[in-house]
């Protein structure tokens, strides 16, 4: 089956550490993205990459990081210097040229 | 500034009967927009798109309305049904200059759909 999956499904960290959070598509898509949800508010984009080797920040871009080293794959690093990491992350992917992105089911990262 | 707006938190609508979720744009480069459904802890699932060359798009019991001139637009479910009960987001889409490589989308807050029986 085609689709996007990202792992784990929960994760829990300490304040202070570093985390990656998976996402890898098997559509062949070319652009990948990172969202993350808030409470209450709509998807804020933190990164996207439209070919491999090749990534922009997006609109909160601060306190993250990524790497597109394969077509299929785009983990985010969530690193301490995030000051409000606790959140709903969720990834998706498009075709080049096309404005739909599918989404992964997303990861609940908590920040204890 | 909030590019996309979706000022109904919530709402509520009986059973078989039409639901209208509102959303609005102040980014009038927006030329593409995309209807998504979410349920909790689960990613959004894509429900329906309209260019701006279009008023009109529909699939299903799923309608959705653009009006370039007011810089709105909106999703009919008609009838409305149980499985319907999620969380609805819209977004844009803006063409910057002749290319579409950045695809970045816009979304607004979401609007919480109870369907009640």
């Known amino acids: 089956d085609g689709g996007i999956t990202q792992s784990p499904k929960y994760l829990f960290r300490k304040e202070g550490q570093n985390v990656t959070l998976s996402c890898e598509q098997n559509?062949?898509?070319?652009?990948m993205y990172w969202y993350r949800q808030d409470p209450g508010q709509g998807l804020r984009l933190i990164y996207y990459?439209?070919?491999?080797?090749?990534?922009q920040k997006g609109d909160i871009a601060e306190g993250y990081s990524v790497s597109r080293e394969k077509k299929e794959s785009f983990p985010l690093t969530v690193t301490s210097a995030q000051k409000n990491p606790t959140a709903f992350y969720l990834c998706?992917?498009?075709?080049?040229?096309?404005?739909?992105?599918?989404f992964g089911p997303g990861t609940r990262l908590t920040v204890l | 500034d909030q590019q996309v707006k979706q000022n109904s938190p919530s709402l509520s609508v009986q059973e078989g009967r039409i639901s209208i979720l509102n959303c609005d744009y102040t980014?009038?480069?927006?030329?593409?927009f995309l209807w998504y459904k979410k349920y909790p802890a689960e990613g959004p699932t894509f429900l329906i798109s309209?260019?701006?060359?279009?008023d009109k798009n529909e699939d299903g019991r799923f309608t959705v309305f653009l009006n370039k001139s007011a810089k709105h637009l909106s999703l009919h479910i008609v009838p409305s049904q149980p499985g319907d009960s999620a969380v609805y987001f819209c977004?844009?889409?803006?063409?910057?200059?002749?290319?579409?490589?950045?695809?970045?989308?816009?979304f607004g807050q979401g609007t919480r759909l109870t369907i009640n029986p």
């Open positions: 980014n009038s480069m927006f030329d593409y």
């Open positions: 990459s439209q070919i491999v080797n090749d990534f």
């Open positions: 309209i260019s701006s060359i279009k």
């Open positions: 559509l062949n898509h070319d652009a």
């Open positions: 977004a844009a889409s803006p063409k910057e200059g002749v290319s579409r490589a950045s695809q970045k989308l816009v």
């Open positions: 998706a992917s498009s075709i080049m040229e096309k404005d739909t992105q599918y």
